[in-house]
């Protein structure tokens, strides 16, 4: 098990490999589209300081509110195949280190995390309340009014947030191997 | 407004979002036996089970996408629907105030969220008058990853050389589950509807989502179809969350409705673990809940 805190370093990521089993701590932002669309169209700077060398979650919690003060009920990974079209071009242009899902990316997100130095990380879909338990603040959020509570983005802090990696700095992907693989055994059972 | 009726609702909504019904989680036990100790695919499972106890105890949301919520309503005769609709929406609305469900309706033309859960068709509201003399309200919370790789299809299928038959149906059930490899958060339930029309087809695929771990069609055939399917789809090797392993389904539920002569849709919905389904009875005023 290997701890990262961000601010993170490129030598840090090119290090992981797939299967590394990680614990994230200190800041991680959350996107999901409509953030990532806006990132990409008009390139906000609120996010800058946050983004360089930095993580992003996709995640769309549900969160309370006591007393003018914040926290994550729920907050397990959404699907990051959404993120598709943006995510390169969100890694190059903030300076990302790691984004955070479920489900695996594609070819210009993986080619962007060896180009840009940068990991994809699995958490585990559908732990909604185990993960919001490592999130142990939330700083603050941003457009929470135009985008809704699940599309915004919310800037947290964690502490030991478990994932692995599945898609590393050197173009290799979990995701793709275990597709092709699978694929093998559905043309055999096709044919069965 | 009967507040009664509308808190028992949001009790339905309560334990659909925070407790795993049992038939699921002991399944899940069974898929995380079968993984080898020390693998990466058990060390999920063993996430996966410590949530569903984290959430059952806390009451708080087991994923934070509380999905689309799909009421399947029976009613008595003489029973006003009107009752029953006003008392679903306010149940909705007080549930995601209590975050037992995160809101979840966006206005499509404006990307404007309700904040309530409740929109234009959301809830989505099947009701029906049934003969007998009990209130039935069933829930599905259903998340929009596993949504997203839910899927129809026609037969003849040419690319698959799949036929209008079981065994053409069986191919298409295994393309749907290795096309949604991880993304609908596997091991999935696949409801499987034979039939129908476009509608029709999901509405029925859905109705399949209801049933316990196990039960199988009556008809024995389609019986047969499902355990050769969970036994074929297990060997895809996609696993938890498509990281690997042996489970990629919990199971396989299959219903066939009569159809057009000129289509065959095959329709298959995909729930991801978290098979959220919960129902509710109401005799002669004492409410239970499944």
New interface residues.
Partial sequence: MIELTTPISEEQVRGLKL?D?VHISGIVVTARD?GHKLMVEERPTFLDELLRGGVIYH????V?KDDGKWSF????P??S?REEPYQAKVIESYGLRAVIG???MGAKTLEGCKKFGAVYL?A???????I??AVTEVLAVHKLEE?????AFWVCKVDKF?V?V?MDAHGNS??DQ??S???K??EA??AR | MDEKLRDRLVELLRRASTDLPADVEAALVKARASEEPGS?SRG?FD??L??VE??RK?S???????GSILFEVRIPRGFDDRVMREALLAAATTATKS?Y????A?DSLT???S?SNVGIHSPVVHLETWDDDSVQVRVLLKG??SE?VSTQFRLPDSS??AGRDLKGVR?LV??AV?DA???G?SPGVIGVAIGGDRMSGYQFAKEQLFRKIGQRSDNPDVAKLETELVT?LN??????????GKTTVLDVFIGAQHRHPATYFVTVAYM???CRRRTMTIRKDEVTYD
Wanted: net charge positive; proline share 6%.
């Fill in positions: 299967g089993i409509a995640c769309g919690p549900v309370r009920v729920a907050a397990g959404t699907t195949a479920k489900g695996g699995s585990i879909g559908g732990c909604g309340t185990q919001a338990r985008f809704g509570t699940p599309e478990p692995v599945t979990l995701h275990i597709d693989a699978s694929k055994q559905f059972l096709l | 990466s999920i996430n996966i410590l949530n984290l959430a806390a708080t949301p087991i994923c934070q996408d509380t975050y469900l995160r809101p979840n966006v990307g404007k969220n904040g929009g990853g997203n698959l050389q191919k295994l393309k290795y490899q991880g993304k958060c074929d060997t895809l090797g996609i696993g938890p969350m498509g990281l690997g991801c673990w978290a």
